[in-house]
Every structure is written in structure tokens, then in C-alpha cells.
């Protein structure tokens, strides 16, 4: 069983920043990968980025360039560094831990941070 708390989330204007964290109840780099995963109205949840236990990441297009992952063993904690914001990076995000066990993959979720960009 993995918790996972997150923080960092708010209202900033189009072309400003906000760093997300992700504390986890255990260390990050036991379980396989942590991401950051994000849900606008209507729309679908989709990955923005994760992490593996051995360091790579991966993002989606829409965030390359703009947005790092990276993870502190030490806090147990993976953060979300989100520059050069838009509009439409406004979303519900969500903190993800993947564990593959024999049965197949355990995900956990945190409850969701909101990041509001005006424009």
C-alpha cells in the first residue's frame, strides 16, 4: 500500500510557474515508476510525466520543454516543476505510483491538486 500526498497547486497567470510535490508514504525509488497524471473537464485523464526507479522520464508533447519531473529519495517526495504555463495546462493533477507485481500493476493515486492558468 502506497499514500500519496500532494501540494503545490493554484492559480497563476499564463507564463508564470508552479511546482507540484508528491510526498510518498514509502521510498519512491522501490516502487517502479511515479508520474503525473492530469484531468481537465470533459476530458480524459492523460499522463503529463513519469519517473522510473532508474531515473528516465517521459513526457507528453504538449509538456516537453516546459515541465520536469524529478524525484528526492531523501523526502520520499517527486516533484512537478511547471514553467511557462498556458491556459490549457489548466487541470486537476494527479500523483501516481506504479508497482508491477506477479498478478500485474498496482496503481495508487493521490486526491488531486488544482492548477488554475488565467490568461
Not at 476530458?43 to 507528453?60: F, H
Amino acid at each position: 500500500q502506497v499514500q500519496l500526498v500532494e501540494s503545490g497547486g493554484g492559480l497563476v497567470q499564463a507564463g508564470g510557474s508552479l511546482r507540484l510535490s508528491c510526498a510518498a508514504s514509502r521510498n519512491i525509488f522501490s516502487l517502479n515508476a511515479m508520474g503525473w497524471y492530469r484531468q481537465a473537464p470533459g476530458k480524459q485523464r492523460e499522463l503529463v510525466a513519469s519517473i522510473t526507479s532508474g531515473g528516465s522520464t517521459n513526457y507528453a508533447d504538449s509538456v516537453k520543454g516546459r515541465f520536469t519531473i524529478s524525484g528526492d529519495s531523501a523526502k520520499n517526495t517527486v516533484y512537478l516543476q511547471m514553467n511557462s504555463l498556458k491556459p490549457e495546462d489548466t487541470a486537476v493533477y494527479y500523483c501516481n505510483a506504479k508497482m508491477i507485481i506477479v498478478a500485474g500493476p498496482l496503481n495508487y493515486w493521490g486526491q488531486g491538486t488544482q492548477v488554475t492558468v488565467s490568461s
